[in-house]
């Protein structure tokens, strides 16, 4: 688009181009207030530099304590893993035993139903043998008793 009339490009209001400084200033009066002026800028870098340097270190800080936390968090990582091992190798052992105590225990009670069988056997021979005997006595008793 073109510029609008009765408006000129680039120019401000009573302003020169060139020095901010105006030129009707005398060289002393100039050169002090560039001096003024380049001291300001002088401090203003200064300042700058340092809020930078300051920046940098708490950036330097943070870096820092992020990587503790993440070898903290490494470190926790291991510690848990250690102690899941662990308790998973406690978990198989003791599985191992319990299973080990009872097959011994199935065998015991194996065992011992035999033994309960045998011995019933056994007292149901003796309790046949006592009636037999008893009956045999009695018949004796009866015999002799004629």
């Known amino acids: ?12 209001k009573g302003k020169k181009k ?17 001096q003024a ?7 203003k870098l200064l300042y700058t530099y340092e809020e930078a340097r300051i920046c940098k ?8 304590r992020e990587q503790q936390l993440q070898q903290t968090m490494t470190d926790e990582k291991k510690r848990t893993n250690d102690i899941v091992a662990d308790m998973t190798r406690q978990y198989k052992a003791t599985q191992e035993d319990l299973m080990s105590q009872n097959s011994i225990l199935a065998t ?5 139903e035999d033994q309960i069988g045998r011995l019933r056997k ?9 009636k037999k005997l ?4 009695d018949s004796e008793i009866k ?3 004629r």
């Not at 008893?134 to 006595?137: C, N």
């Open 122 to 130: 056994e007292k149901d021979l003796i309790i046949d043998e006592r």
């Open 134 to 137: 008893e009956q045999k006595k």
């Open 1 to 12: 688009m073109p510029p609008k009339k009765g408006k000129k490009k680039g120019k401000g």
């Open 57 to 64: 270190k708490r950036e330097n800080e943070k870096r820092e």
């Open 143 to 145: 015999d002799m008793q």
């Open 18 to 34: 060139g020095n901010m400084i105006g030129d009707d200033v005398d060289p002393m009066e100039r050169n002090f207030i560039l």
């Open 108 to 112: 015991q009670i194996d065992y011992n």
């Open 37 to 43: 002026e380049a001291e300001s800028l002088q401090r």
